[in-house]
Structure formats: structure tokens, C-alpha cells
């Protein structure tokens, strides 16, 4: 977590979670594992990423509390 503002870098007022996040996936295609960032300050979303070893689309899922915290990442085949 980073502290937000002048009031939080003299110990006091609240404190926002990292945005952006790196996380390691496997390709459930090839098998393989990368690191990718995640992004949480546009909430919960869907999208697809190429695999950086095998080039096949994933379709990757990130869940994300209220306040901007990664609760889950899940990763699925484009083709199921």
C-alpha cells in the first residue's frame, strides 16, 4: 500500500491501495508462467491478453473490492 497526500506522509490520514499490480499467471494453454499488470482503478473486468510465450489469446478476469483492492484473478482459454 502507498500513502495518499501530506497528511498521510506525517503519519496521519488514509491510506489508498496500489492501482496497478503485478501478478503471475500461467497460460492454460502452454503451461507456462508470466508476469503481467494488473490494473485495479477501473474496478472488476474482462479482458484478453496474448500469451507472451505460446501468442494465444487469454481471457483474463480480475474481480475488485469497492475500494479498489484485487480480490481475484482468473484466467481461461478463448476457446472454451
Known amino acids: 500500500m502507498i500513502a495518499a497526500g501530506p497528511a498521510a506522509a506525517r503519519g496521519g490520514g ?3 491501495p ?3 499490480e503485478t501478478r503471475t499467471l500461467s497460460c ?3 503451461g507456462e508462467s508470466f508476469e503481467t499488470g494488473v490494473d ?5 473486468q474482462a479482458y484478453v491478453e496474448d500469451c507472451p ?3 494465444r489469446p487469454i481471457e483474463i478476469e480480475l474481480r475488485v473490492d469497492h475500494d479498489g483492492r484485487l480480490l481475484a484473478v482468473e484466467v ?3 476457446d472454451e
Open 14 to 16: 488514509a491510506r489508498i
Open 18 to 20: 496500489l492501482m496497478i
Open 28 to 30: 492454460p494453454y502452454c
Open 40 to 44: 485495479c482503478s477501473a474496478g472488476s
Open 53 to 55: 510465450v505460446c501468442c
Open 76 to 78: 481461461a482459454r478463448d
